[in-house]
């Protein structure tokens, strides 16, 4: 089993930039999809950015092309969100996600395995 812990959130002006960072322990994730959702408030969590097990494949929700990057350290067990330009309604909790037996990405939040707790992301206009 894996355990993800969030880091890296706080609050920011809008346009503005944060780095998210993911990190696992009790096992390796090389060879796992992961994934980042969020979840604003009064809403439902939802796919953000997903990245397969090399970190050769990246998707993105539309509204966060070209302004997040996902990227990950299978060395360091990382997975990173790049959040450039924010805006204030990508204000949410963001969460990373992984797959046990999946090396690819996917949106479905069905197919994530374990979870990490959240970190608040809050983007002052």
């Known amino acids: 089993q894996v355990q993800l812990v969030e880091s890296g959130g706080g609050l920011v002006q809008a346009g503005g930039s944060l780095r998210l960072a993911c990190a696992g322990s009790?096992?390796?994730?090389?060879?796992?999809?992961m994934g980042w959702f969020r979840r604003a408030p009064g809403k439902e969590r939802e796919f953000v950015a997903a990245?397969?097990?090399?970190?050769?494949?990246?998707y993105y929700t539309d509204s966060v092309k070209g302004r997040f990057t996902i990227s990950r350290d299978n060395t360091k067990n990382t997975v990173y969100l790049q959040m450039n330009s924010l805006k204030p309604e990508d204000t949410a909790v963001y969460y990373c996600?992984?797959?046990?037996?999946?090396?690819?990405?996917?949106?479905?939040?069905?197919?994530?395995?374990?979870w990490g707790q959240g970190t608040q992301v809050t983007v002052s206009s």
């Open positions: 009790g096992r390796s994730f090389l060879n796992q999809g």
């Open positions: 990245i397969n097990w090399s970190g050769g494949n990246t």
């Open positions: 996600a992984g797959r046990a037996a999946g090396r690819t990405w996917t949106i479905d939040q069905a197919a994530y395995d374990y």
